[in-house]
T-cell receptor
Framework: DVKVTQSSRYLVKRTGEKVFLECVQD?????MFWYRQDPGLGLRLIYF???????EKGDIPEGYSVSREKKERFSLILESASTNQTSMYLC?????????????FGEGSWLTVV | RKEVEQDPGPFNVPEGATVAFNCTYS??????FFWYRQDCRKEPKLLMS???SGNEDGRFTAQLNRASQYISLLIRDSKLSDSATYLC??????????????FGKGTKLSVIP
């Protein structure tokens, strides 16, 4: 089974703090993603990476950055957390862009910024 | 037109009922399609892929209509455990460079005793 692990499940941070969300996948997948999910808005793509050290902006990259130094690890960074970044963050991985390949999600990280 | 649209529901159905969800997509070149299930406060998980000829997995049947650009999910003999949000997912591109999938916002199903 594919395993996508998000190490931090529940976090409470103060406004202005730097926040790191870590994600590791164990299936040697090429592509990794960070989404946030908010009620009524569905899943929104923040950033994705299709290879080590490569990254692409998604639909809502503002206020976020990412790092992919190793193939299995994709980190999301909030440089200065704000209350509107309170959300559920989902990491995901996918083998490659070939049609038919499905996407696998981690269990999610619930971030509250106060 | 939104890329992937779903009726948000909620669909409240009694146990044993048959319920169907539809999902429309805007990109006619879309290549692959999936249904995901998401339980409350959990991550989405693959329920089933949708094939051109339609496919069935137990009580679940998925169908694709390329001409009308929609996919459907039929659940027969609903169980309480089917209560969840069902996400329609579309791969809008083809080839090795197609990284992203497009997600609908989901349809919420509540199965009532």
């Amino acid at each position: 089974d594919v395993k996508v692990t998000q190490s931090s499940r529940y976090l409470v941070k103060r406004t202005g703090e730097k926040v790191f969300l870590e994600c590791v996948q164990d299936m040697d997948h090429e592509n990794m993603f960070w989404y946030r999910q908010d009620p009524g808005l569905g899943l929104r793509l923040i950033y994705f990476s299709y290879d080590v050290k490569m990254k692409e902006k998604g639909d809502i990259p503002e206020g976020y950055s990412v790092s992919r130094e190793k193939k299995e690890r994709f980190s999301l960074i909030l440089e200065s957390a704000s209350t509107n970044q309170t959300s559920m963050y989902l990491c995901a991985s996918r083998e490659d862009g070939t049609s038919g390949n499905t996407i696998y999600f981690g269990e999610g990280s619930w971030l509250t910024v106060v | 037109r939104k890329e992937v649209e779903q009726d948000p529901g909620p669909f409240n159905v009694p146990e044993g009922a048959t319920v169907a969800f539809n999902c429309t997509y805007s990109n006619s070149a879309s290549q692959s399609f999936f249904w995901y299930r998401q339980d409350c406060r959990k991550e989405p998980k693959l329920l089933m892929s949708v094939y051109s000829s339609g496919n069935e997995d137990g009580r679940f049947t998925a169908q694709l209509n390329r001409a009308s650009q929609y996919i459907s999910l039929l659940i027969r003999d609903s169980k309480l455990s089917d209560s969840a949000t069902y996400l329609c997912v579309v791969n809008p591109y083809s080839g090795a460079g197609s990284y992203q999938l497009t997600f609908g916002k989901g349809t919420k199903l509540s199965v009532i005793p």
